[in-house]
């Protein structure tokens, strides 16, 4: 056995040798980073406009459907969601989504109501609605009110608004509403000093309370011994001897409805009345009632 010298390395053989070359930035990068930039900025818009939804509680649905408008001094602010039966079915739920930066308005207190055409001899409104989509109104709740989610939505817009500085709220008691309604002028010789807010029935249901708004130039005209009474429409009376004759008031009243009162003379009237006396309402006046001609300082209103 011989022993082989060993190997020498062949210095003519070429041999792998690994490189590492730098890499090279690619603009094609851009393409998947801008897709998930553009992605991030369009959620976080799309969170950020959502805004906040609200219920609403309505006696009607009235022809609303969802996509309709909700608006704020004739400013869209939002849309109808959904809309669906109450679980009691005395009613309707509907669902809205308000503009984030709108949702100042959804707070306690807020009035919303559907509007829809309305022609009557007192009042002309939503004519917009009457071949186009009903919309949601709103009258936002007292500045500074915690936010509310869930509201009971008015059947009717509201028609008075809030009442003045110093005017005179009172109620009259009368067993027949008749043409009363909200807005009604009440009357003091003829002349409109105040109008009715609101009218239920007694808690007892053997009539209806009617709440008068008094403005604040005529609160003094209303005395303890005031007598009021309903000047809507007109009557008749029939007698063998008399015959028949047809009393008519006002042609406002006639077609409005209205209260008016009269305050006896000086030493009769009694004193001023404080907020919420009440009163009872006659179905006509005493022929004295008209007769009265009492001497009462008013504030001065200006030129009518």
Known sequence: MTNDPPETPDHDTPTARVERTPRRFSFAWFVPLGAIILAAVLAFQALREKGVTITIAFPEAHGLAADDAVF???LRIGEVTDIRLAPDLEGVVVEARIRRDAAVVAV????????????????????DTLLGSRYIALDPGPAGAPPARVFVGLDEGPRVG??????????VNATRRNAVSV??????????????????????ATGVMIDLEIDPPYTALVREKSRFWNVSGFGVDFGIFSGLSVRADSLEAVITGGIAFATPSNKRMGDPVARGHIFELAEKP???????????????????
């Open 183 to 204: 807005g009604s002028p009440v009357f003091y010789r003829d002349v409109v000093v105040g109008r009715v807010r609101s009218y239920a029935l007694a808690d007892d």
């Open 286 to 304: 005493d022929e004295d009632w008209l007769k009265w001609h009492p001497t009462i300082s008013i504030a001065p209103t200006g030129d009518q």
């Open 162 to 171: 809030n009442p003045p500085p110093g005017a005179l709220a009172i109620r």
């Open 72 to 74: 704020y001094r004739g």
């Open 108 to 127: 306690e207190g807020a009035r919303f109501w559907i509007v829809r055409p309305e022609i009557s001899l007192r009042k002309i409104s939503g004519l």
